[in-house]
């Protein structure tokens, strides 16, 4: 029972370390590389804090080395997911009533582990299975996992404390109660730190989980669930299964104490979620509550005014960090006539100096992409514009998955604003630009701003503050993280609050107090001291 009003340690981001040359954290970190690449894990799904091997296992392979098998994963049947629901429902009893400054000192505690005794291995796995170089790990698997227990315990503090107002006689309070039910949390292979928020979120505020990772991300969500066991998290507050995603979604979905879900993934698949959810609302308690990030088709566009070589960092940093497998990734980008010769220039240096091969050669900036169907898909688009008259391949557009899927950053220019990969989300490394008049520069956002489906990151360049603020205006609904003079990518938890609206989701911004409303149901309680004992009111006197 609490006893005092308690402050919540001031949240503050995790700092990046460098993995610079002949640092003692570099050595550390390839020494567990090497040590977990030559190991084979046999990872169990877990319900109820019990672990379970059904022995329909699936071989793990790093995208840069397919060959190379690290371990195996059990995938659940459908008896394990109705097992994996009744143990979130009676776990919830005890973990919805549980005083909220012990549920903040768990995952207090995981930020504390990840940030000392478990960031090799996190950082390690992600590299691993997720063919991550080890800066793309570090800020990912590492740091920002670490700032979403942080902040997300603050940023809690911070909603309990917003009261109501009450009245002379009267004391009225707001109670933020767990949904009724199980939220189910559905991961992406491209973020760890995704993967572990969007289970650990919902949970910090009292609610129960079943999490279904990635397939091609279990190695390292394995590695999440150690460490919410390290931190005391109880049994059956976040049951991690694995397996046939249809099957488990069903299953879920078609339940009654279904009260939520949390989700990153393509756009196709949460629609087809928000269906599901539609046509099985007589069936639930409640209303569940739906939020998702989705995809994007993120862009640059750059003003004649801007500057030329920080437009072209931000493209090769935008585009290509982590193949440009990232939510945020610039795909499509609008640029002057007038720079785009110095521009060219600079770009193409950068990319041409950019190695390729294995997260464990750190001089490696690129590294493969995630999996067969991706290599397949990038290598078809690319394929198309060598024969396309309206596009053309100025730097890469090669590609070979004979040891690992390894696809080129490639860059397309175009004459086609509308040309497919102006348009369709890719998600890898390939960005396509076309070039405007610069007379032309007011018409082009308004073209930006038609093309796409999405809404989720956009940056524009422009050295003149009128430009900028016409810009902004125009772009208002065109992104949910807006970036001036910057590149598209980089949302820092507690700084840059992540989200997209149009097909880019429900724009709930992950790392904030309004993502965590979104996994409470409130109670207003009213308490009269000194009730009224006689119905009559003052106006009914004659």
Request: glycine share 8%.
């Amino acid at each position: 029972m609490a006893t005092g009003f308690y402050k919540v340690p001031k949240a503050v981001n995790e700092a990046v370390k460098s993995y610079a040359s002949g640092t003692q954290e570099r050595k550390d970190l390839l020494d567990t590389y090497k040590k977990m690449y030559n190991e084979q894990v046999d990872i169990p799904f877990y319900i109820g804090g019990k672990e379970y091997r059904t022995g329909k296992t699936i071989d793990i392979h790093p995208p840069h080395d397919h060959k190379h098998t690290v371990g195996k994963y059990h995938t659940a049947e459908k008896e394990h997911l109705e097992l994996a629901i009744t143990e979130a429902i009676k776990a919830r009893k005890k973990w919805a009533a549980t005083s909220w400054e012990h549920r903040a000192a768990i995952f207090l505690k995981a930020a504390e582990l990840l940030a000392g005794p478990f960031r090799n291995k996190m950082n390690a796995a992600t590299m691993i299975a997720q063919s991550k170089n080890v800066m793309q790990a570090e800020i990912d698997a590492a740091c920002e996992l670490i700032d979403f227990f942080r902040f997300n315990v603050e940023f809690m503090t911070e909603i309990y404390n917003n009261q109501p107002q009450s009245s002379p006689g009267i004391w009225n309070r707001m109670e933020y109660r767990p949904l009724e039910g199980f939220v189910y949390a559905i991961t992406p292979f491209n973020f760890t730190s995704i993967a572990g928020n969007l289970p650990a979120a919902p949970a910090l505020m009292g609610n129960v989980v079943i999490w279904k990772p990635a397939r091609s991300q279990v190695y390292s969500a394995n590695v999440i669930m150690e460490i919410f066991k390290a931190a005391g998290l109880p049994d059956g507050v976040i049951n991690m299964v694995t397996g046939n995603s249809s099957m488990i979604t069903d299953v879920i979905l078609n339940n009654a104490e279904f009260s939520g879900v949390h989700f990153t993934g393509s756009t196709p698949v949460f629609n087809s979620f928000w269906e599901t959810i539609g046509k099985n609302m007589n069936n639930y308690k409640s209303y569940p509550r739906i939020v998702g990030e989705t995809g994007g088709k993120d862009f640059i566009w750059a003003h004649p005014s801007a500057n030329a070589q920080e437009i072209a960092t931000a493209i090769s940093r935008g585009a290509f960090e982590y193949q440009g497998q990232k939510c945020s990734a610039a795909s499509r980008a609008y640029l002057p006539k007038s720079l785009w010769g110095a521009i060219k220039k600079a770009v193409l240096k950068d990319v041409n100096s950019f190695k390729m091969g294995s997260p464990e050669d750190t001089s490696n900036f690129i590294n493969a992409v995630i999996d067969d169907r991706a290599f397949t898909k990038l290598s078809g688009y690319i394929d198309q514009a060598k024969k396309d008259a309206d596009a053309e391949i100025i730097v890469g557009g090669g590609y070979d998955d004979s040891v690992g899927y390894f696809i080129e950053p490639t860059i397309i220019v175009t004459t086609n604003p509308q040309y497919k990969t102006m348009c369709t989300e890719l998600f890898g490394p390939i960005i396509t630009i076309f070039i405007y008049e610069d007379d032309q520069w007011e018409e082009i956002l308004d073209v930006l701003d038609n093309t796409s489906e999405y809404a989720l990151t956009g940056a524009i360049f422009s050295g003149d503050r009128y430009v900028i603020d016409i810009a902004t205006d125009k772009l208002e609904n065109a992104a949910g993280n807006f970036y001036i003079n910057d590149k598209p990518t980089g949302a820092v938890v507690g700084q840059q609050p992540f989200g997209g609206a149009r097909g880019s989701g429900t724009n709930d911004k992950a790392g904030s107090v309004w993502n965590l409303l979104r996994w409470v149901s409130n109670r207003t309680i009213k308490e009269t001291f000194v009730p009224p004992t006689d119905y009559r009111y003052p106006f009914l006197e004659e």
